[in-house]
C-alpha cells in the first residue's frame, strides 16, 4: 500500500510519500535511544510544561488539522475538529495527573517489617523508545492517547501510522517538536506494515503498542513475544447495545443512531449489534430505523454532513460483502444496505435484521455505518447473543433495573459497560477490552504504568 493522501470523497490522490529507507531509520533509531538517556532524568513538571504547549498549539491549529484529518480518511469535519479538542484534553489531564499516577508507592509497614526491610517502596520508570502503530480512524486521537501518557512516564515515541493518513503523522512529529520537546521524543517513522517487524526486532525498541486489526495485531504480538517485549493490543470490537424494558426506549433508539454511525461507523468501540428486548422491539427498531434513514450523508468537509465516506474502496467492498452474504442467508435488510451511485466511497446507513449465527455479518465485525438487529426473550438471551462474539471491547446497556445492571456488569464479557449511554474513551477511565479485542488498557493510571518498569526498592534493616 502506498504512503499517500487519497481523498476517499472522490478517489483522487493528492499527494504521496517515499518511504523511508533503512538509512533514515537507523538514524531516528540512533537519535530516539540518545533522547531517552537524558529524557528519561528531566522531571514531571518540564514534561508537563512540554506537554501542556503542545496542547496550545493543537488548539490553535484546530482547523487546519480537522481540515487534513477529514481529506485523508473522510471523518465529517465537524467530528474532526473535536477529535482535536479531545486530544488537548487528554494531554492536559495528563500533565495535570502523570506525576501522582507514577508516585512512589509506599507498602503497609507491617508487611515493610514483615519482610525484613527498614524501609521499601514501589517506584515506576520509563522503559525506552516505544514503537507505536496506529491505525487511520482516529488519526490523532489514537496516537495522542499513547504519545501523552508515555512522553509524562519519561518514554520516546515512535509512530508508526497508517499508510493513508501521512500528513496527520507528519503534523504529530511536528507538533511536540514545535512544543519545545527535543526532536527524539516523538518521531514519525513512514515505512509500510512489512517494516515494522525488523524494527519491533530492534533491541533499542524496548515494547510496543498497537491498535488496529486482528491480523495486525497477531503479527506484532507474535514478533514481541519472540523478542520478550512488552506489548498492549487494542484491536477490533462488536460492540453490543441492549435494551430492555425498563429503558427509555425513545432516548435509546436515538442515542443508538449516533453510536452506530460515529465515524461514518468506523470505529471499533462503536455499538454494532443491538439486542432488544421483544416487549420493546418493534418501537425501538422503528424509530432507529427512522433515526438511520433521516442521516445527511454527503461532502465530509460540509458542516451539515453526518456520514462522510468510508476510508478506503477496499473497506467498502468488505461491508458490502457482509450485507450481500446476509441478505443471501435470509436476513431482511430494513433501510440502506446499496451501493450509491457516483464518486467517492460512500455507503449509505444500513439496518439488517432477522441475523443468525451462522452468517458472516454476526461473527465479523462490521467497520462502516451498518447495525444489526437482534430480538432478545429475556436478560438471559441477551447476554448470550451479547457474548456470541470473538470480540469483548465495550457494551452499551440501557435499563433502569439496578438488579439488571448488576447482572450485565457481572455477565457481559467486555472491557466496558456503559449503561444508559453510549461507550466513549475519557483520560480518566482505563481503555481496553478482552478475548480478540487485545490486552492491556490505554489511558488513566493504568495507561500510563503499561509501559513502566514497576521497580521494587528495598533497603536492608
Known amino acids: 500500500m502506498p504512503i499517500a493522501t487519497v481523498n476517499p470523497a472522490n478517489g483522487e490522490t493528492l499527494r504521496t510519500y517515499e518511504a523511508m529507507d533503512a538509512e533514515e531509520i537507523e538514524r531516528r533509531l540512533q537519535l530516539a535511544e540518545a533522547t531517552f538517556r537524558t529524557y528519561r532524568t528531566s522531571s514531571f513538571a518540564d514534561r508537563a510544561r512540554l506537554l501542556n504547549r503542545a496542547a496550545e498549539l493543537l488548539d490553535d491549529a484546530q482547523q487546519d488539522i480537522a481540515k487534513v484529518m477529514t481529506?485523508?480518511?473522510?471523518?465529517?469535519?465537524?467530528?474532526?475538529?473535536?477529535?482535536?479538542?479531545?486530544?488537548?484534553?487528554?494531554?492536559?489531564?495528563y500533565a495535570e495527573h502523570a506525576e501522582s499516577l507514577l508516585a512512589d508507592e509506599e507498602p503497609a509497614a507491617y508487611d515493610v517489617k514483615d519482610s525484613g526491610a527498614s524501609r521499601a517502596l514501589v517506584r515506576y520508570r520509563p522503559?525506552?523508545?516505544?514503537?507505536a502503530v496506529m491505525p487511520w480512524n482516529f488519526p490523532l486521537w489514537q496516537v495522542v492517547r499513547f504519545a501523552a501518557p508515555a512522553l509524562m512516564a519519561g518514554n520516546v515515541g515512535l509512530l508508526k501510522h497508517a499508510s493513508n493518513v501521512?500528513?496527520?503523522?507528519?503534523?504529530?512529529?511536528?507538533?511536540?517538536?514545535?512544543?519545545?520537546?527535543t526532536q527524539g521524543c516523538f518521531q514519525t517513522l513512514l515505512v509500510g506494515s512489512g517494516a515494522v517487524d525488523e524494527i519491533l526486532r530492534d533491541d533499542r525498541v524496548k515494547a510496543a503498542t498497537l491498535t488496529g486489526s486482528e491480523p495486525a495485531g497477531r503479527a506484532v504480538a507474535a514478533t514481541a513475544g519472540d523478542m520478550v517485549k512488552k506489548t498492549v493490543l487494542e484491536l477490533g470490537g462488536s460492540d453490543p447495545y441492549i435494551v430492555m424494558p425498563s429503558a427509555d426506549?425513545?432516548?435509546?433508539?436515538?442515542?443508538?443512531?449516533?453510536?452506530?454511525?460515529?465515524?461514518?461507523?468506523?470505529?471499533?468501540?462503536?455499538?454494532?449489534?443491538?439486542?432488544?428486548?421483544?416487549?420493546?422491539?418493534?418501537?425501538?427498531?422503528?424509530?432507529?430505523?427512522?433515526?438511520?434513514?433521516?442521516?445527511?450523508?454527503?461532502?465530509?468537509?460540509?458542516?451539515?454532513?453526518?456520514?462522510?465516506?468510508?476510508?478506503?474502496?477496499?473497506?467498502r467492498t468488505d461491508l458490502e460483502e457482509l450485507v450481500d452474504d446476509a441478505r443471501r442467508s435470509g436476513a431482511s435488510v430494513l433501510c440502506g444496505g446499496q451501493r450509491?451511485?457516483?464518486?467517492?466511497?460512500?455507503?449509505?446507513?444500513?439496518?439488517?435484521?432477522?441475523?443468525?449465527?451462522?452468517?458472516?455479518?454476526?461473527?465479523e465485525e462490521t467497520f462502516g455505518p451498518v447495525a444489526t438487529l437482534y430480538r432478545a426473550a429475556d436478560l438471559d438471551e441477551a447476554v448470550l447473543i451479547a457474548n456470541d462474539s470473538a470480540f469483548g471491547l465495550s457494551s452499551n446497556v440501557w435499563t433502569r433495573d439496578e438488579a439488571e445492571v448488576d447482572r450485565?456488569?457481572?455477565?457481559?464479557?467486555?472491557?466496558?459497560?456503559?449503561?444508559?449511554?453510549?461507550?466513549?474513551?475519557?483520560?480518566?477511565?482505563?481503555?481496553?477490552?478482552?478475548?480478540?479485542?487485545g490486552y492491556g488498557r490505554e489511558l488513566s493510571g493504568h495507561g500510563i504504568r503499561e509501559f513502566c518498569n514497576i521497580t521494587t526498592v528495598w533497603h536492608g534493616a
Open 249 to 315: 426506549v425513545d432516548r435509546a433508539a436515538e442515542i443508538a443512531v449516533t453510536a452506530r454511525v460515529q465515524n461514518n461507523g468506523q470505529s471499533c468501540i462503536a455499538a454494532k449489534r443491538f439486542i432488544v428486548h421483544t416487549d420493546v422491539y418493534d418501537r425501538f427498531a422503528e424509530r432507529f430505523v427512522e433515526g438511520m434513514k433521516a442521516l445527511k450523508v454527503g461532502d465530509p468537509q460540509e458542516e451539515d454532513t453526518e456520514v462522510g465516506p468510508l476510508a478506503s474502496e477496499q473497506g
Open 127 to 131: 522503559l525506552g523508545p516505544v514503537l
Open 71 to 93: 481529506t485523508e480518511m473522510g471523518k465529517p469535519v465537524k467530528q474532526a475538529r473535536a477529535e482535536a479538542a479531545k486530544c488537548a484534553k487528554a494531554m492536559r489531564w
Open 166 to 181: 501521512p500528513q496527520t503523522a507528519l503534523f504529530l512529529e511536528d507538533l511536540f517538536h514545535q512544543a519545545g520537546f
Open 340 to 363: 450509491p451511485d457516483g464518486p467517492g466511497w460512500y455507503y449509505p446507513p444500513t439496518v439488517v435484521a432477522d441475523v443468525n449465527r451462522e452468517m458472516r455479518i454476526h461473527r
Open 408 to 437: 450485565f456488569v457481572r455477565d457481559l464479557e467486555a472491557g466496558g459497560v456503559y449503561v444508559n449511554g453510549m461507550t466513549a474513551s475519557h483520560p480518566a477511565f482505563p481503555f481496553g477490552g478482552v478475548k480478540r479485542s
